[in-house]
């Protein structure tokens, strides 16, 4: 069976510090690769998505970048954390294909201080 | 930007009562999948609907679709405690891998 594994799952750092975010997905080959951003009590916003590795494709522009260095890898990182970068950041996955149903993470809460 | 918005943004009631939920979105779709977020979890799927489907079923999920109005429904029947919370419709823009969500509804349900 698919399993997806997301870490860690809270984090603080401080303002201008590096991050990175690790999410790896067992059981599949060649997923759809997903990261999502979600505001305290609001809706997810998609940050990056993958369909291939090397392949990102960004949806919002800010100090956060994303890398599938292998099949079943996605990286969310930042050189230089901001306060707004706070959040909780989500993984997922799904099958090749448009409009499949995505599998998530557990989530990783991020507070920047 | 978000595709889909959620109405309404929360919704209390008793156990035993049903919950509607509605969505409405922008661009055409391919289907259209609603989620459910228990509170610091990730998200689980619950259902997923076709454009060319009308209504659908599972368990006390049904869900109905019109695409003429771009809207959807999530209704939960005879609604339990563990039914509380935050439910998400999700959409497929057309030529992308992409799915955008909605704005979500925070249901509570009292025992």
């Known amino acids: 069976s698919q399993t997806i594994h997301q870490w860690p799952a809270t984090l603080v750092q401080p303002v201008g510090s590096p991050l990175s975010l690790e999410c790896t997905v067992e059981?599949?080959?060649?997923?759809?690769l997903y990261w999502y951003r979600q505001a305290a009590g609001r809706g997810l916003q998609l940050l990056f998505y993958s369909v291939g590795i090397g392949q990102i494709s960004s949806e919002v522009p800010q100090n956060l970048s994303a890398s599938r260095p292998q099949d079943r890898q996605f990286i969310l990182s930042s050189k230089k954390l901001l306060l707004s970068d706070s959040g909780f950041y989500l993984c997922?996955?799904?099958?090749?294909?448009?409009?499949?149903?995505?599998?998530f993470g557990s989530g990783t809460q991020l507070s920047v201080l | 930007s978000q595709q889909g918005e959620e109405d309404p943004q929360a919704l209390s009631i008793q156990e035993g009562e049903n919950a509607t939920m509605n969505c409405s979105y922008k661009t055409s779709i391919n289907n259209l999948q609603w989620y459910r977020q228990n509170s610091g979890r990730g998200l689980v799927h619950l259902i997923l609907i076709r454009s060319n489907e009308r209504e659908k079923h599972s368990g006390r999920l049904r869900v109905t679709l019109d695409t003429s109005k771009k809207s959807s429904s999530l209704l939960i029947t005879a609604s339990r405690a563990a039914d509380t919370a935050s439910y998400f419709c999700?959409?497929?823009?057309?030529?992308?891998?992409?799915?955008?969500f909605g704005t979500g509804t925070r249901l509570q349900v009292f025992p």
């Open positions: 999700a959409t497929d823009p057309p030529s992308t891998d992409k799915l955008i």
């Open positions: 059981g599949t080959s060649n997923p759809n």
């Open positions: 997922a996955w799904s099958v090749t294909g448009s409009g499949e149903k995505l599998f």
